[in-house]
């Protein structure tokens, strides 16, 4: 059995003073059991260069453009993933499938994997197949072996009292039934709800947001992840 992934998506939460502070705790914890991935602010990327790292973007263009942060910058920096069509950046920055593809394989072209975000808008488990399929189609294409799958319904996005894992597990396994990558999960993943989500075998680790901000939480899921290998 492989070791669950835990991807930690910090978003722009962190000032300085904060994530020098949670730097000091992350390496007071146990990472060494799971396969752990970091995706802080670009910002503070370098002050994680004792762990895996992922950017939690990647510039779409192999050219000079003001404010872009490109492949070739994330891989001097040793980036080894970089999560791509996050629902937040697909609905406030209104990123499409050309720039997702530019994207992905700007990835690919400098040997950075692929963490792909899957999403859906409503909570319809027929409209989710439906939504989900045709994103899927949209960049297979360009999707290694190696990519993760990251499946974060929108609606179960920092909402866990919405969770519904009935729903979960069919929506996984219907993606395991069209990819053979791994699949992760995202979406109000806790201390809390990490053992019912552990119980579906298709998923092969987290993607957290919140939970990945307050180490004595972070710390609870990976050891908790780890019981059920
Ligand atoms: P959440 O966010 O864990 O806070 O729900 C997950 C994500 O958006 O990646």
């Not at 994330?74 to 593809?101: A, C, D, P």
């Not at 189609?137 to 799958?149: F, G, H, Q, S």
């Amino acid at each position: 059995m492989k070791n669950k992934y835990i991807i930690c998506n910090h978003k722009n939460n962190f000032t300085l003073n904060e994530i020098i502070r949670y730097k000091e705790e992350l390496d007071k914890i146990n990472t060494n059991n799971v396969n752990f991935i970091i995706c802080p602010s670009f910002l503070y990327l370098n002050m994680f260069n004792n762990y895996k790292l992922g950017s939690q973007d990647i510039s779409a263009y192999d050219r000079v453009i003001t404010g872009e942060v490109s492949a070739k910058e994330l891989k001097s920096l040793n980036v080894s993933y970089s999560l791509i069509g996050h629902v937040e950046r697909k609905i406030f920055l209104k990123e499409n499938y050309l720039f997702l593809n530019q994207k992905i394989k700007q990835a690919n072209n400098n040997n950075i994997k692929v963490i792909y975000c899957l999403s859906e808008l409503e909570k319809n488990i027929d409209n989710a197949k439906r939504v989900l399929k045709e994103d899927l189609d949209n960049i297979k294409n360009n999707l290694l072996e190696d990519a993760i799958i990251a499946y974060e319904p929108k609606w179960a996005i920092g909402n866990e009292s919405n969770l519904d894992f009935e729903y979960i597990y069919e929506i996984i396994n219907y993606i395991s039934s069209l990819v053979s990558n791994d699949i992760v999960y995202g979406g109000s993943v806790t201390s809390n709800s990490i053992t019912q989500l552990l119980k579906c075998h298709n998923i092969n680790g987290f993607l957290l947001g919140n939970s990945s901000l307050n180490i004595d939480e972070l710390n609870k899921i990976i050891t908790l992840s780890t019981k059920y290998d």
